[in-house]
């Protein structure tokens, strides 16, 4: 059987697909979201085959869940994509950045079909180039600095949130999970800080040591300290240890 996962905003899409893909005796509908986090979610839950992903959902857009995904997991975790949109301006950017198909609203069931049969012989032959595919997605797709604006993490347990990076004073690693200072309140999610700092405009970020990244407008006041380390004081009273390790890699900052 070949598990689909159904993302769409719009629950006539959602049934319409459903509807299409119950036809099918080799497909199982393993899950739906109606928004951008719920998907995310779901395709770690549910581990599909393939996701027909709406390009413009609430809270997260279709690349951005390629993203997150991604970033949490990694390629090899990134089912095949099927975009599905109502413009046809964002059908063919899909395609032009390696897109494996999309559709257009209304989907005609003609097209369907022969979706259908080129998913079947794609899942046959293995994911092949997918990682490759995937990488030229999302560089296509990314703001032209390719700095993250939006972080998905867990607000409780269960409960997940947007945070905007631009509202983010401190970043922390503590094990596989990296927590967040935003607001005065802790966010979490699983993740290395390597990967969150080359996402993260340099401009606005800095690595301070080992386990901390903070945004430079978070910062009150830096203290010069032994060894070459600096203390770094945040607007909220926190003190930090910027080591002269990570100091000698930035230049001008303050």
Request: hydrophobic share 45%; no cysteine; glycine share 8%.
């Amino acid at each position: 059987m070949i598990r689909a996962l159904i993302a769409d905003d719009e629950p006539p899409a959602r049934r319409k697909l459903r509807e299409l893909l119950g036809r099918e005796p080799d497909f199982e509908i393993v899950g739906e979201a109606a928004d951008g986090v719920e998907a995310v979610a779901a395709i770690h839950a549910a581990s599909p085959d393939v996701v027909f992903l709406d390009i413009q959902m609430p809270r997260l857009d279709g690349f951005g869940v390629i993203a997150e995904v991604i970033a949490e997991v990694g390629t090899a975790a990134m089912p095949l994509v099927v975009f599905i949109t109502a413009f046809d301006e964002h059908a063919v950017r899909a395609f032009e950045v390696e897109a494996l198909d999309y559709l257009l609203k209304p989907v005609a069931p003609s097209r369907f079909q022969g979706l259908l049969a080129r998913l079947r012989r794609r899942i046959e032959q293995g994911p092949g180039d997918l990682d490759e595919r995937i990488g030229r997605l999302l560089a296509a797709v990314r703001p032209a600095s390719g700095a993250l604006r939006q972080i998905l993490a867990e607000k409780e347990e269960g409960r997940q949130i947007l945070l905007a990076v631009g509202e983010i004073d401190l970043i922390r690693a503590d094990g596989n999970y990296l927590t967040f200072l935003s607001k005065g309140e802790e966010h979490r999610r699983r993740g290395t800080l390597r990967e969150i700092e080359e996402r993260l405009d340099p401009a606005q970020f800095v690595r301070l040591n080992r386990s901390e990244i903070v945004r430079l407008e978070a910062v009150r006041e830096l203290q010069p300290w032994f060894h070459g380390d600096a203390r770094v004081i945040l607007k909220d009273g926190s003190v930090l240890t910027w080591s002269r390790r990570y100091r000698g890699k930035v230049e001008g900052v303050f």
